[in-house]
């Protein structure tokens, strides 16, 4: 058997909410989520599965938020094997979860995955934590086939985040709003600035056009 490591915390997203973080401790939350990563991808690993679920978080020392990056149950080396017998994933299945999967992993076809499709997830990651939404609405992907999910994740672009939230019930949006200490014209008007073209960055279809590294999106977002 193997003994790991308990960690304690709560899906981001839902500590967020939770604690009412704003949209600047939001923001300095997730940059340390892009360290975590960043760390990985140093040492060969790809995640491929990043989403809030997958990143805890709890109250650390000196009061402050640790995130800790969970579940590399798909995880991906770069340059070398993890042990002597790593398991290849099956050619030819959806691996990871579609509502922050990268178009490039959503083609099954694909076989050069990089470290651009965890840079990607960030992206949906960051947008969720901004707007209060994912850029597709999971209920409305998940009604589709397969072929259609592939399809939407590879072609059609997400609304702008300040857009997003403009569409939701006033009810809703306000909600999202109180939970980050701020009132709904506020927040659409925070992310109408600069702020929402770096997720929009990372979800770049093509991958050469979206943030190279953890790093590079960190940078940016602080």
């Known amino acids: 058997y193997f003994v790991m490591e308990y ?3 709560e899906p981001l997203t839902d500590f967020c909410d939770k604690q ?9 939350l997730f940059a340390r989520v892009c360290d975590a990563i960043q760390h990985a991808h140093q040492k060969g690993v790809i995640h491929r599965d990043l989403k809030p679920s997958n990143i805890l978080v709890a109250i650390g020392e000196h009061d402050e938020p640790e ?14 094997q993890l ?6 994933t099956q050619h030819g299945q959806l691996i990871g979860t579609p509502e922050y999967m990268s178009p490039e992993q959503a083609d099954m076809r694909a076989v050069d ?3 651009r499709t965890d840079v990607y997830s960030l992206g949906v990651i960051l947008y969720e934590l901004l707007s209060g939404r994912l850029p597709f609405d999971p209920k409305t992907l998940r009604e589709k086939g397969l072929a259609e999910i592939q399809r ?6 997400p609304p702008k985040p300040s857009t997003r939230l403009s569409t939701l019930e006033e ?8 939970a980050r200490k701020t009132q709904l014209d506020a927040l659409a008007n925070t992310l109408k600035k600069e702020l ?27």
């Not at 009412?20 to 300095?28: I, P, S, V």
């Not at 042990?83 to 290849?88: G, K, L, R, S």
């Open 152 to 157: 939407i994740i590879r072609e059609d672009d």
């Open 113 to 115: 995955i990089d470290i």
């Open 67 to 80: 995130p800790k990056v969970i579940d590399f149950g798909i995880a991906k080396a770069t340059s070398q």
């Open 171 to 178: 009810e809703e949006g306000t909600k999202i709003a109180k």
């Open 7 to 9: 960690v304690k915390g």
């Open 20 to 28: 009412k973080l704003d949209t600047t401790e939001r923001l300095e």
């Open 196 to 222: 929402e073209w770096i997720p929009l960055r990372a979800l770049k279809k093509d991958r050469r056009e979206r943030y190279g590294s953890a790093e590079a999106l960190a940078q940016d977002v602080r």
């Open 83 to 88: 042990t002597e017998h790593t398991i290849f």
